[in-house]
Every structure is written in structure tokens, then in C-alpha cells.
């Protein structure tokens, strides 16, 4: 009698496990277990997971086995809680992309999950869509480079024909054809099967860059820019990532474009301080450039008519290449600047020489460009009784009045009142306004140039969708018109017609208290007097101010930018400030201001205590230089010096014993800003 064969036992699956990494300001990440019938989501996708007591939305960075656990936890498998819903269809973060999420994350001292939300900048939806149709454009014709142009050309092909990292700093004058270069660039990496990031600093600048690339690359350019719509952004990351798209152009956030095969990435205007990210992680796009050129072993440009200081002294340090165009393509030549002292005007917001140009330069049938770097009617509504100036509740920042809305507006959190009829000081009931904003300088224009056509391009006007577009198409058409604007029109724009260019006040970033303000005040000046004078007809700049004796306009007016960027250079490192020094800005901020101070106070204390021996210059805790915002107290303290990424760890595991000795957990707040751009 034959024993029958034993019936095979079912191995059991084993159990699967994700390091996830939740979208907290957490350091670590933590173990989780993939349910039975559930597929194993790939790193870089993204999970519901449970988290104390609530859910919580998480990265899944590595997958396990049970061999590759913490050997505490193997020893409690039932301690892993189990994943909830997987939220996306496919990975979000290949391995490259979850690899620079780390960086970001030591570098800028913030969570990896965090660092990698940002680098996740659309909104999941149930499946992709597809890029909008774009109709194809009409063949652009190619213009012939110059001598110039040609030799920045030699310098980069080598680089652009074969995978090698380099870093080139293009300094180009404005209308010199940076852009050309970016294009020609492109085009050459393409044909190697490659593909290209291009950043721009504003979405006012995303249209007209648009039109030059789909017009020289075809509709392989994808637009990527918080403009778009979530299903529009949903689906142009869906097409780089299918490797439907050659291109991705837009602001910040497209250096994360999720391109497998990248061959070069562009930073156009990168000195301007819109490339770093307001908040957490507070990441500066041109360094994440660089770094994510390095990994990919690919050369960057950074292009700029005002290069930043830190891009010039990496020149100086040879980390940087540097390439020039000093001269327009067409021929043309720069603008004639000149100062205009207000002293001794009778109307505080044009001066005769303006107005007299901008009537001549109507009349010729041409167009001017007027720069006020402020939104809103007036700055200050005061009392005419008292002087009370209308200010914040939760600010400490006077209140802007907008005649359109006939509303009082904060421009830092967002509080909107009614004018009230009395003052509340003194009782009586008669206001003055003070301080020029762009709605009044607007009704200005319209009164002195009845029948012409006046546009007005800032935050307010451009908040719908495909405002910066619409704007700048109608400024362009033929005739004579005026555009005013804050800086979002400063840069960029190549407007042939345009030949007077006038500021309002140069005096507005001039003095402000911060270690950057001459740098960004001659940038700003530089750039919007570069819209002056593209075509064949010469151009004007006037810059009216009350202090025409600045460094700043003296060096525009003479065209001595090199002296104008040694005497700052120099004056950075008696002040050990970037780029000498790095810098790092902490800000703890309370609803109270006793208890702001004392829980900065307490976080500079552990420091010295834990690095007795550093070699770092601290100073503070100080009131910031805007003291009060959206209710809470603010203490600074800055340090001149390279944190380490283990310091930089320390900070906020530091910080939540603190609010948990003050017992004030849920009222104190810790800011890290790595390489700040700003101190305000």
C-alpha cells in the first residue's frame, strides 16, 4: 500500500514594509507594514498612514524585508502599524529626485518629508491628464549669432555634447541675447536625446519665454507655474515624466521637473530673490540647480544682466565659468540714464522732466514703462487732526488704502478693513493720505493723458488667470501707450517700441535695513532700464529721487557697475556677510513678547552649553526688524558661519523640549532660514 504524496504547505507571503517619511516637521522616518492584497507602492509614492491618533500623509522612501528591520522592531512585529490608502498611481520621486530631497533637507534644515511635498508641486488627482493640445507653431526664424555670442557658444559645446557637469555664469547685458544662448544650448542636447529644465523668476516673465521656445522647439515645451490650473500642472508633470516633454519652463518649483534623462538646466535672471522659497523648506532654486546639475553630471547656466554677488565671487573662486555678451545684438546701446533730484519739485510724483518726456515720447507715437514698487493706493491713511496712522492689528505695518476696493489691506497677513469713520485716537473725522501707491499714480496718468492708453500691471491686477499675458499683448500693440508696474515689469520684456523708462522713486529699496538693499536696488534699476531702448529708436531713463547722491544711482549714471559690485564686495567682508560668510536666520516667534524672548533665550544658552567650541558669530536674540506679524512677537538671532547639518538637526529637536519645558507647546514657533535673502 502506497503512502500517498504529502500535499504541499502554502508558503505564507512575507511581510512587506516601507520606510515612510511623513509630511511633518519629524527628522526621522518610521516602519510601516503593507497589508495582505495590497500592492507594494515603489519609493517615492506617496501613503496615507496612521499617526498618533490621527492620519497623516507620508513618502515612502525604501521598501524592506523583514531581514533588513531594526532588530527591535523584529522582535515586536506587531508594534508596525499598517499603511492606509496608497494616494498615487506611480512614484512621484524616482531615486535621484528622493536623493536631492535629502540634500535639501540637511541643507535648509527642515523634515525630508518636507522637502519632499515641495518637490511634489500638484495636486493628486484619481488619474493623469493629458497636457493641454497645443496648436504648432509657425517655424521661428533663426537669427545668426554674433562674435560674442559665438564664442560663448565654443566654451559650452564641449560640455553640452557629452554628459559633463559644469557651471557658467552668462552676463549679459540686457538685450544682448542670453536668451539665444539658451535656445541654441537646448537645441544641442535634444538632438542627443536629452532633455532640459529652463527656470524663469516670475510668472509675469513665463508668456513671452513661452512663445520664443514653442516657436524654436515645437510643443515639446511644457509650462509649468501655480497659474495653471491643478489638472494642468497634474498634467505637464505627467508628460516630463512619461518622457513626453523635452522642456519644462517655469518658476521655482520646475527644478524638480521628474526628467530621467536630463541633459541641462537654465536659471534665467538668477540673481532675483524669487528663486528662494518663503517657506518651509526654505530652499533657494538656484542651489538646488546646481546640485541637481552636479548629481546628473549635466552643465548649468545661470543668466543674468545684474549677477548676483555670490555668483561673481564663485567666478573669482574658479567654481564658476564665465561667459560675456557686453553688447545688444541689434546694435543698439544703452540707454541714457539720468538722475532727477526731487528737491525743489512742487508735485512729489512727477517731476517736470518726467512729465515732459513722457508727453514727448506719447506724442512721437511711442511707448514709456513707469516703475512704483508698490501695490495699493496710498501707503498711509492718517488722521489730518492727530497724525494716527491706520496700522495692522496683528502687524506691526501701517495699512495700505486700495481705491478700487475702498478697503484698508496688510500686505503681510492678508487683514482687510473698512475705513473707519472716526479716528480712533482723537475722534474726528477728516483723513490725509500719504505715500504714493500704484492705484493713485494710475489715476494720475489717465488725468494728464486723457486718450492714450494706460495699464497697470502688479499683484492685484494680474490675479486672474492669463492676466500677465493679456497685459503685456495689449501694451505691444502698435501706437503709443504707458504700462505701469511694480518689478514684476522690470525684467525679461522685449518691447521694441518701448523708449522712456521712468521710476517713480528709487528711494523705496534704497534704505531699507538689510545688508542686500543697495545690491537689489541697483539690480532692480538695472533691470527695468534695460526695457528702454530694445529696438532701433535710443533710449531714455529717468530715475527720480531725493537722494541722488547714492552710490547706487551714481554708478548706474555712469555706467560703473564693477565699482559700484567691488565697493560691496568689499564692504560684505568687513561685515563678514555673504558672500564671505554663510549666514543662517532662526526666528521664534509667540503670541506673547516676554515669551518669545525668553524661549530664544533659553535656545541660545543649549547652544553654548552643547558647542562650547564653535567658531561661529552669533548675535542676538534681537526684536526683528519687523517686530510683530500676524500676532506674533519675533526674536532674531543670526549666525555668521557654516552650520553643520548635525547643528542645523539640533535646532528643532531643541526647540520642542523647550516648548515643552514652557509649557507652551502649541504657542512657540521655531524658523530656520538657510541663506536667507532677506532679514526683514
Request: charged share 25%; proline share 7%.
Amino acid at each position: 500500500m502506497t503512502r500517498a504524496a504529502a500535499t504541499p504547505k502554502k508558503s505564507k507571503p512575507e511581510p512587506r514594509y516601507l520606510d515612510i517619511a511623513p509630511v511633518l516637521p519629524l527628522r526621522r522616518v518610521f516602519s510601516y507594514r503593507v497589508p495582505g492584497g495590497v500592492e507594494t507602492p515603489a519609493a517615492g509614492s506617496r501613503v496615507r498612514i496612521p499617526f498618533g491618533s490621527g492620519t497623516e500623509t507620508g513618502f515612502v522612501i525604501s521598501v524592506r524585508s523583514a531581514g533588513s528591520l531594526d532588530p527591535a522592531l523584529r522582535r515586536q512585529p506587531n508594534r508596525i502599524r499598517e499603511i492606509g490608502e496608497v494616494l498615487d498611481p506611480f512614484p512621484w520621486l524616482d531615486a535621484s529626485l528622493l536623493s536631492l530631497g535629502r540634500w535639501i533637507a540637511d541643507y535648509y534644515g527642515s523634515s525630508l518629508g518636507e522637502a519632499l511635498r515641495a518637490m511634489v508641486p500638484v495636486r493628486p488627482l484619481i488619474r493623469p491628464r493629458a497636457v493641454p493640445e497645443i496648436p504648432e507653431p509657425e517655424a521661428a526664424k533663426i537669427p545668426r549669432l554674433t562674435r560674442e555670442q559665438s564664442l560663448a557658444m565654443d566654451e559650452l559645446h564641449p560640455f553640452l555634447d557629452k554628459a559633463a557637469y559644469a557651471s557658467f555664469l552668462l552676463h549679459g547685458t540686457t538685450g544682448s541675447g542670453k536668451t539665444e544662448i539658451y535656445l541654441r544650448s537646448i537645441e544641442k542636447v535634444i538632438a542627443r536625446g536629452k532633455q532640459a529644465i529652463v527656470l524663469v523668476p516670475e510668472i509675469s516673465l513665463t508668456p513671452q519665454m513661452a512663445r520664443r521656445f514653442r516657436e524654436r522647439l515645437g510643443t515639446r515645451v511644457g509650462i509649468f507655474h501655480s497659474g495653471l490650473s491643478a489638472s494642468e500642472r497634474f498634467g505637464v508633470w505627467t508628460a516630463a515624466r512619461k518622457g513626453d516633454l523635452s522642456v519644462v519652463l517655469g518658476p521655482r518649483s520646475a527644478v524638480f521637473a521628474p526628467f530621467s534623462n536630463l541633459g541641462l538646466v537654465i536659471l534665467d535672471e538668477e540673481h532675483d530673490s524669487s528663486y528662494k522659497q518663503s517657506e518651509k523648506p526654505r530652499y533657494h532654486a538656484r542651489s538646488v540647480a546646481l546640485m541637481r546639475a552636479r548629481r546628473a553630471g549635466v552643465p548649468v547656466i545661470l543668466g543674468s544682466a545684474t549677477p548676483s554677488l555670490e555668483s561673481l565671487h564663485n567666478v573669482d573662486k574658479g567654481k564658476f565659468r564665465l561667459l560675456e555678451l557686453p553688447h545688444r545684438v541689434a546694435g543698439g546701446h544703452r540707454p541714457r540714464i539720468e538722475i532727477v533730484d526731487l528737491c525743489g519739485e512742487e508735485d512729489g510724483l512727477f517731476s517736470l522732466p518726467l512729465a515732459s518726456a513722457l508727453e514727448e515720447c506719447l506724442a512721437r507715437g511711442e511707448k514709456a514703462m513707469l516703475l512704483l514698487n508698490r501695490r495699493g493706493h496710498s501707503r498711509l491713511r492718517l488722521c489730518a487732526s492727530c497724525g494716527e496712522v491706520l496700522k495692522c492689528s496683528r502687524c506691526d505695518i501701517s495699512l495700505t488704502y486700495h481705491s478700487g476696493r475702498n478697503r484698508l489691506l496688510c500686505h503681510y497677513c492678508g487683514q482687510e478693513r473698512a475705513l473707519p469713520k472716526a479716528c480712533p485716537e482723537c475722534g474726528k473725522t477728516k483723513w490725509n493720505l500719504s505715500g504714493l501707491g500704484i492705484e493713485q499714480v494710475e489715476m494720475d496718468l489717465k488725468m494728464r493723458f486723457p486718450g492714450y492708453p494706460v495699464l497697470r500691471m502688479d499683484f492685484d491686477s494680474t490675479r486672474k488667470k492669463g492676466a500677465h499675458a493679456t497685459i503685456l499683448a495689449e501694451f505691444s500693440q502698435p501706437g503709443p501707450s504707458l504700462l505701469l508696474g511694480t518689478q514684476m515689469i522690470a525684467k525679461g520684456h522685449h518691447i521694441p517700441e518701448v523708449t522712456l523708462v521712468g521710476v517713480i522713486s528709487a528711494d523705496t529699496g534704497l534704505f531699507l535695513p538689510d545688508f542686500r538693499a543697495a545690491e537689489r536696488s541697483w539690480q532692480l534699476l538695472e533691470q527695468v532700464s534695460g526695457r528702454s531702448g530694445r529696438g532701433d529708436l535710443p533710449g531714455r531713463v529717468m530715475i527720480q529721487t531725493w537722494h541722488p547722491e547714492h552710490r547706487v544711482l551714481g554708478s548706474l549714471s555712469r555706467d560703473d557697475a564693477s565699482s559700484f559690485l567691488e565697493e560691496e564686495l568689499q564692504e560684505r567682508r568687513q561685515l563678514a556677510y555673504p558672500p564671505w560668510k554663510k549666514l543662517s536666520s532662526l526666528l521664534v516667534s509667540a503670541p506673547q513678547e516676554t515669551l518669545a524672548l525668553r524661549a530664544a533665550e533659553l535656545l541660545i544658552q543649549r547652544f553654548y552649553e552643547q558647542w562650547p567650541r564653535h567658531r561661529l558669530d552669533i548675535l542676538g536674540p534681537v526684536e526683528a526688524l519687523l517686530p510683530r506679524l500676524k500676532g506674533r512677537f519675533r526674536q532674531q538671532i543670526l549666525f555668521k558661519g557654516n552650520l553643520s547639518r548635525e547643528q542645523k538637526a539640533w535646532f528643532p529637536e531643541t526647540f520642542s523640549g523647550i516648548q515643552k519645558e514652557l509649557r507652551r507647546s502649541g504657542a512657540l514657533q521655531l524658523e530656520i532660514d538657510v541663506d536667507p535673502e532677506a532679514l526683514l
